[in-house]
């Protein structure tokens, strides 16, 4: 069984590096699919309220037989729970639809700034982890204002900031706070959702040809040497072995380097200041 590497978070606990992702995943789907990735390997699911298939993750997880503590379970709070009673509501509904005891993580999903309640949120996230019902706490979409009012206002420094990153979108200041606090970076939209032509440039390609290994590993492999949790998404076992077949090469530094230069603020998915 291949080992993934766990990157240690700013609370003590740890999370796999490389994880699947089932964002637009059909819920009639859903167990079939996360059947698939947790047979290829996968231990480490992000899912959301939003995404409507929480169940489908929670029976697949169950007939696996995995042993909990061998998982990493991530959920998220949606935009329209901020206020504390309702983002408790909100949890108890993720984990009951889990069937979970705990998650691993729980995120603020977005943070929604018109609505001006995701410190109220984040508050009533800090009372979940120490109900101990979520090991972690973490934010998603925020940017640097954003972070900078909860550090202001609450205790708990977020273990991590999902936000939107590939080689043409890597959100060079929130990252780089980030790292200044601790925060660990996920990677969503890792592959730019196929929206995003990456795998014909030929930094990537070029590589790809290199190492015997397809762009999308290329692109994957070089997420994790960047030090980013990363979690792929693909309907398509195949495919999801091909994006978890990536522990048997390395990129070069300049490779890496000029993988790192092709930014260019090609963002594919919303600007968090625009999602209510
Ligand atoms: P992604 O970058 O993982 O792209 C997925 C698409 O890439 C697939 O649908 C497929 O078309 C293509 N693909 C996958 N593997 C491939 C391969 N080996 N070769 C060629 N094409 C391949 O995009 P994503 O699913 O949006 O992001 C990953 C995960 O991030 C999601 O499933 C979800 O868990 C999370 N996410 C979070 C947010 C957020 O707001 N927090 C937003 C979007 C996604």
Do not use: C
Request: a negative charge.
């Amino acid at each position: 069984m291949t080992s993934v590497p766990r990157i240690q978070l700013n609370d003590g606990h740890s999370i796999p590096q490389l994880g699947f992702g089932v964002f637009k995943v059909d819920p009639v789907e859903t167990v079939r699919i996360v059947s698939d990735a947790l047979e290829v390997g996968y231990r480490h699911i992000d899912t959301a309220r939003i995404y409507g298939n929480e169940a489908g993750v929670g029976t697949a997880l169950a007939e696996s037989g995995i042993a909990r503590d061998e998982l990493f379970i991530t959920t998220k709070l949606w935009n329209t729970d901020h206020g504390t009673q309702s983002a408790f509501d909100a949890f108890d509904a993720s984990l009951d639809r889990l069937g979970l005891d705990y998650v691993d993580l729980y995120l603020i999903h977005w943070p929604s700034p018109k609505g001006g309640r995701y410190v109220e949120a984040w508050k009533a996230l800090e009372q979940i982890r120490e109900s101990g019902r979520a090991r972690s706490i973490g934010v998603s979409n925020f940017l640097v204002p954003h972070l900078e009012r909860l550090l202001a206002e609450t205790d708990v420094v977020p273990a991590v900031d999902q936000i939107e990153l590939h080689p043409a979108h890597q959100q060079p200041a929130t990252a780089a706070f980030a790292e200044e606090h601790g925060i660990a970076i996920e990677a969503w939209g890792p592959l730019g959702q196929g929206k995003y032509p990456l795998f014909d440039v030929p930094e990537i390609a070029d590589a790809a040809e290199a190492h015997r290994k397809t762009p999308a590993q290329v692109v994957i492999r070089w997420h994790l040497q960047r030090g980013h949790v990363v979690f792929p998404k693909s309907n398509r076992r195949e495919r999801m072995a091909e994006n978890f077949d990536v522990f048997d090469f390395e990129l070069s530094d300049a490779e890496v380097a000029s993988i790192t230069a092709l930014e260019r603020e090609g963002r594919v998915g919303s600007h968090p200041d625009d999602v209510d």
